[in-house]
């Protein structure tokens, strides 16, 4: 059993930054996948950003260039930097996890959301004004 708690959410003017976390707690090893999911109302959930065990890191278009997702497996933390905030990425975002599985170096294009994921956490709110 994993839980997964986030952190780091609020309210910023476009432009601005926010850095996401994300702590994980319970059994933790061999090949996983976290990932930074978001969703606005009314809208499509969206996987913004993954990461898995081995380091390889995937973005959706939306993202790619303002985010950034790294982990700290000693603090079995996950991260979500995220500069140049626009108001359309206002969002709850969740951290999501799943083991068994490696996100393909020799594919391209958004791969976070393609995955079933069993464990995710309770969300957190980012909101950007413009």
């Known amino acids: 059993q994993v839980q997964l708690v986030e952190s780091g959410g609020g309210s910023v003017q476009a432009g601005g930054s926010l850095r996401l976390s994300c702590a994980a707690s319970?059994?933790?090893?061999?090949?996983?996948?976290m990932s930074w999911f978001r969703q606005a109302p009314g809208k499509e959930r969206e996987g913004a950003a993954c990461?898995?065990?081995?380091?390889?890191?995937n973005y959706a278009e939306s993202v790619k260039g303002r985010f950034t997702i790294s982990k700290d497996s000693a603090k079995n933390t996950l991260y979500l930097q995220m500069n140049s905030l626009k108001p359309e990425d206002t969002a709850m975002y969740y951290c999501?996890?799943?083991?068994?599985?490696?996100?393909?170096?020799?594919?391209?294009?958004?791969?976070?959301?393609?995955?079933?994921?069993?464990?995710w956490g309770q969300g957190t709110q980012v909101t950007v004004s413009s």
């Open positions: 999501a996890f799943r083991t068994a599985a490696l996100i393909p170096k020799t594919m391209s294009g958004a791969l976070c959301h393609i995955y079933e994921y069993s464990y």
């Open positions: 319970g059994y933790i090893s061999g090949n996983y996948i």
């Open positions: 990461v898995d065990s081995d380091g390889t890191t």
